[in-house]
């Protein structure tokens, strides 16, 4: 069964440095997402990336935060300048689109730890 | 503003008891989708299930059943003979089509703990 992929999974970084968090979405989906979790807290949305750009953003997602498409598989996560509370599950999830596009499927998830 | 209160935090029950997880939104949107996802130890999220705003027939999947209430905005999920591998944190998820995409918002989760 087609599964959403994402490496590494834990990434520990200083604070100050940048990282790049990477997801392989299902190969037919078209929407992407990133959502983050905080330990022993809720699932939190971050943004939506819908032809080649972005289509929603929460308040969470600032101008440390990009995302891209660089090929035709990856869609990753940057954060440029890591901070403490950027600690915490990164999880993508993909949607076919259509009549599937709020079945969301979502990656294993990729735990960030900033020292 | 769309809001998913899972007022129970932690659950602990014995095997073969039956758990119903409670979920409540509030959402101004008329058009909207509601989920379960489970949460195991191992950290994944796994979907369990999809409703949407128009259907309000309950469903059952094997030892799972989901209530949909629109009039009291409840989205209940039950579990039937509970097992020890059914421990995990429970979220609800809310999408409101109209107002903000396919954007999921997540409850706080229920921890389920089932002990043998």
Known sequence: EPEVTQTPSHQVTQMGQEVIL???????????YWYRQILGQKVE?????????????????DDQFS???PDGSNFTLKIRSTKL????????????????????????GTRLTVT | AQKVTQA?????????????????YETRDTTYYLFW????????????????????QNEIS??????????????????TASQVVDSAVYFCALSEMETSGSRLTFGE????TVNP
Request: glycine fraction near 6%; proline fraction near 4%; hydrophobic fraction near 35%.
């Open chain 1, 67 to 69: 995302v891209e498409r």
């Open chain 1, 22 to 32: 990477r997801c392989v979405p299902i190969s037919n989906h078209l929407y992407f």
């Open chain 2, 37 to 56: 996802y489970k949460q195991p130890p191992s950290g994944e999220l796994v979907f369990l299930i999809r409703r949407n705003s128009f259907d309000e």
């Open chain 2, 8 to 24: 129970q935090t932690e659950i602990s029950v014995v095997e073969k008891e039956d758990v119903t997880l409670d979920c409540v």
């Open chain 1, 85 to 108: 509370e950027d600690s915490a599950m990164y999880f993508c999830a993909s949607s076919e689109g259509g009549t599937a596009l709020f079945e969301q499927y979502f990656g294993p």
């Open chain 1, 45 to 61: 949305f971050l943004v939506s990336f819908y032809n080649n750009e972005i289509s929603e953003k929460s308040e969470i997602f």
């Open chain 2, 62 to 79: 094997g030892r799972y059943s989901w209530n949909f209430q629109k009039s009291t905005s409840s989205f209940n999920f039950t579990i």
């Open chain 2, 109 to 112: 989760g229920t921890q389920l």
